[in-house]
């Protein structure tokens, strides 16, 4: 099984210090990063990660008296990797504000009304189509609390496990027509106005089912390639 | 296709994303793993020296015979079934990470190492390094070791504090740069 780790277009990625987010000066590196030629180690990584964590499915709205405050959202996202081939059996962890903009973490402070209904974390594997799907809220926007902040749009955080440990992910989506994603300072450190947009789910319009949920379509992309190698017929 | 952009992990990192035991990789579906058990353990300084909580750090390592869990390992088949390699621990209150692990062996052509990644509110992409052990052999031709600029190459040597326990503080910029690589 090979896998090629091709280098990034620095464009397609975010600055480390992001101008007006005053903790990046502190946390990044300021020596150049130590390049190197990936060997076995950084080209293998775990695939089994769901056996050592807990998986907690995609369904995170509730039902009933516990269906969680806001408007229902389902999103059906592809995990693929740079040559378009879908990521199978890939770990997702996703987590997100409530539809007040108010995440379920003691960090949190009180801008907002927690729900009691709501907390916000899927866990789950991707099928062998690359695909999962998620069953949510619309998260609502909230205000970066330090000075001269701003407000973050409605977002979706994930963090993804590829095939090595070069294909590691943790990324953010956003959602379509939302005037704060125009101001965003963690979206627009992409340089590349194409790859921000490539971090902006799609809207789909209205179908039988579901009809009371809202339906986004996503997809994320993974380095690297583990190809199959070629087998007689 | 172009890769997805990498975003900071933000400061709401679900709590419950750092399972118990999740740090501990001796242990893999109740049964025990091959080797020698280690203890690492160090602290994750940002410049101004500030203490930093809910860091999350992860590691990927062979097992005790050098052999990663992965089909890319020519030797997998032979890899221990009680060794997952992979672990995460999140930083405490005094900013201090901790894993129980297994003493990695020398997968073929490089020395004794264990990787690991850094996620944080503030760090637009995830950090990568190596740790190598103080008295590991073969560092001196170790491949990846030799990419890091002669002078910086101690500060991914863990240090030796006890017959099975290693310190390895990681600074993530300024005096004492800890290396981290561009992949």
Known sequence: MNTVIEPRDERSQPARIV??????????????????????????????????????????????EHQAIGQLIHLRVRVLDEDGAPVGGAMVEMWQANSAGRY????????????????????????????????????????????????????????????????????????????????????????????RESMIARYLPPAAEPYNALVFEHRIVLRGRAATPAQPP | MIPTGEATLGPFFPPRYVDKGANDLTVFEGRQATGEAIEIHGRVIQDDGQVLENLIV????????????????????????????????????????????????????????????????????????????????????DPVLSCVPSGRRGLLLAKKQGPNRYCFDIRLCGDGETPFFDD
């Open chain 1, 104 to 195: 379920s973490h003691p960090n949190d402070d009180d801008h907002a009304p927690p729900d009691q209904n709501f907390h916000g974390a899927a866990r789950l594997l991707t099928d062998q189509s690359g695909s999962f799907e998620l069953r949510t809220v619309k998260p609502g926007a909230y205000p970066v609390p330090t000075k001269d902040g701003w407000w973050r749009p409605p977002h979706l955080h994930f963090s993804l496990f590829g095939k090595v440990w070069l294909s590691r992910l943790v990324t953010q989506m956003y959602f379509p027509g939302e005037p704060l994603n125009m101001q965003d300072r963690i979206l627009n450190a992409v340089p590349d106005v194409a790859a």
């Open chain 2, 58 to 141: 992860e590691i990927w390592q062979p097992d005790a015979g050098g052999i990663f869990r992965h089909p890319a390992d020519p030797r997998h088949a032979q890899a221990d079934p009680n060794f997952l390699g992979w672990g995460r621990a999140a930083t405490d209150a005094q900013g201090r990470y901790l894993f129980r692990t297994i003493q990695p062996g020398a997968p073929e052509g490089r020395a004794p190492h264990i990787n690991v990644m850094l996620m944080f509110s503030g760090l637009m992409r995830i950090l990568k390094t190596t740790l190598y052990f103080e008295v590991g052999a073969g560092n001196e031709s």
């Open chain 1, 19 to 64: 101008a007006g987010y005053p903790q990046t000066p502190w946390r990044n590196p300021r020596q150049p990063l130590v390049k190197r030629q990936p060997t076995l180690s950084e080209l293998s990584g775990p695939l089994e990660v769901a056996k050592r964590v807990k998986l907690l499915g995609g369904d995170i709205a509730g039902y009933g």
